[in-house]
């Protein structure tokens, strides 16, 4: 890392290009071949649509940024780090956005009332800074994890109702409902310098990782120190939690499990009330991604799958149509591959029609985009949806995801269209809510970025400001 206002040379450059070491590697080295690259792909008519179009688009997104906690003091310990997450979620009047787009330029004030944004910003400890009687930084960020989630209450509304959930609530839900097994223990050597009494004495006994059962609320761990456990242990992200560096990765893994919690939380609003249940196939979803959850707290995933299910199961009963929950990618292994397939061999031609789409199969997605050396179907302890490239109305290319409404659409042998009764209405919805501020993007997804991101430049300063005005030090 350069010091504050250093330029890098060429020289180091010119090092590494004439390395023996770094030839000898890229000679050595090989990208990994596709098991038939000239697999014939064959783009499919996007179904018709079925039935009314929702007019109420909710939409998820979230930002994170970790930065220095304050001015450095001799009497504490430097470096000290705070981690910074905004949770945004937008709900867009398609009816009245279809209005205020029939006259050009849109009037700035009417294009604002069709939406209601709210953003949920939250904060937790990093390296090197504790809270309350907290012993360390990791048992600080895990109590404040759970205290977050116990108190971020979305303000946003839904046709005049607040989704009043808590994220806790939800996360508890899935946590009662659908965890099994046990998990390993927090205090189950988390540091071999941390005191005895910091850690699990059980662990200790028997030389191995302690594995306890996570209740929801709030518990004691089973050995004879008692020490707290919080619900939001099972998540497992604490386990990566870095006393003495970086946190990047751990406020990325909160925020994904924000943003499918709020999603989780909407689906119970609509679930239990009765308006809204008549009115649910009037409503879509859209996140940031994919509808997936990684590392840690993966085993909500199969936890969402059977929660949308059961839902959608209701939904289907009252309305007839099947629910419309979809993740949108803006980057990655997928859009660059479906950039790829929609050229041919004939200069400005491409392969992909509008309105057409390709559903790929499991083999396909492992021969060709994620190679996958184990015999599992791609996704399968992460994903909650199905992929799909579609190249919308306008040309634009867009890989979504669309969540698994029914065991049968989750099996990926099949590319068969039929399984998947809302796609033409789903299709037809994304062919309406792209954005022209920026190629293959969706408006929704836009805007609950744009609530969402956190400027880096002038954040720097003021979240570092905020810290050390308000941090206690002692």
């Given at each position: 890392m350069p010091y504050e206002g250093e330029r890098a040379g060429?020289?180091?450059?010119?090092?590494?290009?004439?390395?023996?070491?770094?030839?000898?590697?890229?000679a050595r080295a090989k990208q990994w071949?596709?098991?038939?690259?000239?697999?014939?792909?064959?783009?499919?008519?996007?179904?018709?649509?079925?039935?009314?179009l929702p007019d109420l688009i909710i939409?998820?997104?979230?930002?994170?940024?970790?930065?220095?906690?304050?001015?450095?003091?001799?009497?504490?310990?430097?470096?000290?780090?705070?981690?910074?997450?905004?949770?945004?979620?937008v709900l867009l009047r398609t009816a009245e956005l279809s209005r205020v787009s029939q006259s050009r330029p849109m009037d700035p004030d009417q294009y604002r009332r069709t939406r209601d944004e709210s953003t949920t910003p939250a904060a937790l400890p990093g390296a090197n800074l504790i809270t309350g009687n907290n012993p360390n930084a990791r048992t600080s960020f895990r109590n404040e994890l759970y205290q977050m989630l116990a108190t971020a209450l979305d303000s946003a509304q839904s046709n005049g109702a607040v989704a009043e959930e808590s994220l806790l609530s939800a996360?508890?839900?899935?946590?009662?409902?659908?965890?099994?097994?046990?998990?390993?223990?927090?205090?189950?050597?988390?540091?071999?310098?941390?005191?005895?009494?910091?850690?699990c004495k059980l662990a200790i006994a028997n030389e191995r990782e302690r594995k306890i059962?996570?209740?929801?609320?709030?518990?004691?761990?089973?050995?004879?120190n008692q020490l707290p456990i919080w619900s939001t242990d099972a998540t497992r992200i604490h386990e990566r939690f870095m006393e003495d560096g970086p946190n990047g990765n751990q406020l990325g893994a909160v925020a994904q499990v924000l943003e499918r919690l709020e999603l989780l939380r909407y689906l119970h609003l609509i679930e239990n009330n009765d308006n809204f249940l008549s009115q649910a196939h009037r409503i879509a979803f859209i996140s940031d991604g994919q509808l997936a959850v990684f590392g840690g707290p993966s085993w909500m995933a199969k936890a969402l799958e059977t929660e949308i299910q059961r839902i959608n199961t209701k939904v289907q009963?009252?309305?007839?149509?099947?629910?419309?929950?979809?993740?949108?990618?803006?980057?990655?292994?997928?859009?660059?591959?479906?950039?790829?397939?929609?050229?041919?061999?004939?200069?400005?031609?491409?392969?992909?029609q509008p309105r057409q789409l390709f559903m790929p199969t499991n083999d396909y997605i492992t021969g060709r985009i994620a190679p996958n050396e184990?015999?599992?179907?791609?996704?399968?302890?992460?994903?909650?949806?199905?992929?799909?490239?579609?190249?919308?109305?306008n040309g634009y290319r867009l890989v979504i995801t669309t969540a698994f409404l029914n065991q049968q659409q989750s099996d990926l042998t099949s590319n068969d269209l039929t399984l998947y009764p809302s796609l033409g209405r789903t299709c037809a919805l994304l062919d309406g809510i792209t954005s022209s501020q920026s190629p293959n993007s969706l408006m929704p997804i836009r805007l609950a970025h744009h609530a969402a991101a956190i400027p880096i430049r002038p954040s720097v300063s003021v979240l570092q400001n905020l810290a050390e005005g308000l941090m206690k030090h002692e």
């Open positions: 060429y020289r180091p450059l010119e090092r590494i290009v004439n390395s023996q070491q770094v030839r000898g590697l890229l071949q596709q098991e038939d690259p000239d697999y014939p792909i064959e783009p499919q008519a996007a179904p018709k649509k079925d039935g009314v939409a998820f997104d979230s930002s994170w940024h970790e930065t220095a906690a304050g001015a450095l003091q001799k009497d504490v310990y430097p470096s000290a780090q705070v981690g910074y997450i905004t949770l945004s979620t996360y508890e839900r899935l946590l009662a409902g659908h965890r099994r097994g046990a998990t390993k223990c927090p205090y189950s050597r988390p540091d071999p310098d941390a005191p005895e009494q910091e850690s059962p996570i209740p929801t609320g709030q518990s004691k761990c089973p050995c004879p009963e009252r309305t007839g149509y099947d629910m419309i929950i979809v993740a949108v990618e803006k980057t990655g292994r997928f859009v660059d591959h479906f950039e790829l397939i929609d050229k041919t061999s004939e200069p400005g031609v491409q392969r992909f184990t015999n599992r179907p791609y996704g399968n302890a992460t994903h909650f949806g199905r992929k799909l490239l579609y190249k919308a109305a």
